[in-house]
């Protein structure tokens, strides 16, 4: 019940490139958090969503519920991106949230 | 911008004996949890704390962990008898409404020799 698959495990990507990560979930959710883990360890909260598509800066996550799929896209990566990415689920049968194994993304200037 | 804080950044403690971590949530935020991730492991929910009592807990908290909001502004994670499988980062979250986003804290790393 609470496997969350992210793909891919690492990504490396030239500065500029198109980025996209995605996380899938087994069955149906409440809500889908997107976080940013920096190489020092803290967890910065990037986007939650519960369904269609949200946009902040560079980043965009979008969430197709019949799907039980999610992407989080970056547009004109930077250095600055590199971090490991963290897709999070909360199931509809309760309130905590089971998390991914993550995505590192390594952007080379 | 208000950010959750935790203390200490790094703890070292011995088998066997108690330790606490602390957080300070955001001051007007009403659900709080903490999570472990163990070094190389995907991030686990250990907690959820809502109206000064659990509201959610995991298998991994078993009774040698406990929560406290001792003075309404400190959300503490006790620990009792360290084993060293607790060894681990620690990080404490808070979110206005169960179903808002979650602000996370620096963490704290905890180590068991």
């Known amino acids: 019940k609470n496997e969350v698959e992210q793909s891919p495990q690492n990504l490396t990507a030239q500065e500029g490139e198109f980025i996209t990560i995605n996380c899938s979930y087994s069955?149906?959710?409440?809500?889908l958090h997107w976080l940013q883990q920096h190489p020092g360890g803290g967890i910065v909260s990037l986007f939650m969503l519960s369904s269609g598509k949200k946009k902040h800066g560079r980043l965009i996550a979008t969430i197709n519920i019949q799907e039980k799929h999610s992407s989080l896209h970056i547009t004109a990566s930077h250095p600055r991106d590199s971090a490991v990415y963290i897709c999070?689920?909360?199931?509809?049968?309760?309130?905590?949230?089971?998390f991914g194994t993550g995505t590192s993304l390594t952007v080379i200037p | 911008e208000p950010e959750v804080t935790q203390t200490p950044s790094h703890q070292v403690t011995q088998m066997g004996q108690e330790v606490i971590l602390r957080c300070v949530p955001i001051?007007?935020?009403?659900?709080f949890y903490w999570y472990r991730q163990i070094l190389g492991q995907k991030v686990e929910f250990l907690v959820s704390?809502?109206?000064?009592?659990?509201?959610?807990k995991s298998e991994i908290f078993d009774d040698q962990f406990s929560v406290e909001r001792p003075d309404g502004s400190n959300f503490t994670l006790k620990i009792r008898s360290t084993k060293l499988e607790d060894s681990a980062m620690y990080f404490c979250a808070s979110a206005l409404a169960v179903y808002n986003e979650q602000f996370f804290g620096p963490g704290t790393r905890l180590t068991v020799l």
């Open positions: 001051s007007n935020h009403l659900y």
């Open positions: 704390f809502y109206n000064n009592e659990i509201s959610e």
């Open positions: 999070a689920v909360r199931y509809n049968t309760g309130n905590q949230f089971y």
């Open positions: 069955v149906g959710i409440s809500a």
